[in-house]
């Protein structure tokens, strides 16, 4: 059974940082691309970070770009995402997803092919 299971999330006031990990069971996910989604109350999921399972290469909306960082380690199946200087904004619930395709990740498609349960990420002002 594969599973992807988030770790990492929690309460931090604006201004601090969190770091989420993802962890890959069931099978190797070193040939799929890996990313991360968040949803906010009331609100559409959203794309929030991707990484290219071959060349590494990262892919982050305006929203994030120079705050949040996503990385992975194919030799242990996980992916992480390095959450700087955080803003109230960024509150939801962060899942981690896997996917053949990149553009599947970036776009928030409903064919993404595994999702996490979710994490919970609350940033207070």
């Known amino acids: 059974q594969v599973q992807l299971v988030e770790s990492g999330g929690g309460l931090v006031q604006a201004g601090g940082s969190l770091r989420l990990s993802c962890t890959a069971s069931?099978?190797?996910?070193?040939?799929?691309?890996m990313g991360w989604l968040r949803q906010a109350p009331g609100k559409e999921r959203e794309f929030v970070a991707a990484?290219?399972?071959?060349?590494?290469?990262?892919y982050y909306p305006e929203s994030v770009k120079g705050r949040f960082t996503i990385s992975r380690d194919n030799a242990k199946n996980t992916v992480y995402l390095q959450m700087n200087n955080l803003k109230p904004e960024d509150t939801a619930v962060y899942y981690c997803?896997?996917?053949?395709?990149?553009?599947?990740?970036?776009?928030?498609?409903?064919?993404?092919?595994?999702w996490g349960q979710g994490t919970q990420v609350t940033v207070s002002s």
């Open positions: 069931g099978r190797t996910f070193s040939t799929y691309a």
């Open positions: 997803v896997a996917d053949r395709q990149l553009r599947d990740i970036m776009t928030v498609s409903s064919a993404i092919n595994y």
């Open positions: 990484i290219n399972w071959s060349t590494r290469d990262t």
